[in-house]
């Protein structure tokens, strides 16, 4: 590796086509190299975001996701290989692996967490843009108080079958998620579970979303589109609403009320889709190594530094480091929770 000294001849080299698009130039360079963004979530959107902004020279690229790379990730997260799935890494120290082999310049922090109102201070904290890389509303709404209360840039990033929307927001500059749509959405809604997605609708959105990240973080901020964007890639529609204010009536950044922050009501364990329960972290700090041998007895189970995976039919028990868990096979939160009582601790 280059010492810092040399890495303006690297600097030369490796981004030398992206410093000659005029929008960029050296000077634009150089903030990148010096700017940190938080990717929240690292599925196929989040993945996207993160492999783009780090080929482009983001100097600190934070990556928070809670989840562990699958075979059926592999259509769409574009930063996962066969062998994650194989190891059921951590998506985001896959994810930041992965982003060392192609540049090693640039320093890639994953966080294994899920992102709540009580550690989202010391995970998202200090860091001035924030890219939503979540498959959910609940996230989404969290980070838009959060953003909102702290004066930070977020970007609204969502796909799902062959639709893909995102939204800048820039507090008290423009329009927040809550000026757009006050309300979480209710009831159910489709999903990638239900109704699949196509691999181009993410990238297309993620796309979008890096580039206005790297206008914010080279300062070309008249260039920012100040619209809440969607498309749709196979039935060619496009649509954009107008985002360019906030509304002063908007309960988040006109009346600074900020409930997804305080957490009310958040509940202790959630469904995560794909027929599966998540039981959020207990502070009981587990030793897999040692969980392991208890767990032999009863059933399969491997591990590696980062996750323990337990086989006891029909179910499939994930388990953090942290006490976290995602039991799959169910979603019933009585089933989870009994099932991880009985092998865990209650
Ligand atoms: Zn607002």
Redesign the pocket.
Known sequence: MLANGDSSLELDERYSRQVLYRGIGPEGQRKLTASEVAIVGCGATGSALAGLLARAGVGRIRIIDRDYVEASNLQRQSLFDEADAAESLPKAIAAARKLATFNSQIIAEPAVADLTPANIDSLLGGVPLILDGTDNFETRYLI?DFA?KKSLSWIYTAAVGSYGVTLTVI?GQT??????FPEPPQGTFETCETAGILNSAVNLAASIAATEAIKLLVGATKQLRRTLLSFDVWWNERAEIRADN??PE?????RHQFPHLAGEGRPHITLCGRNSVQIHERNRPVDLAQMSQRLMPHGTVRHNDFVLKFWHEPYEMTLFPDGRAIIKGTTDAAVARSLYARYVGS
């Open positions: 838009n909102v507090p329009a927040c998620m809550a000026c757009i906030p509304r908007c309960p988040t950044c006109g």
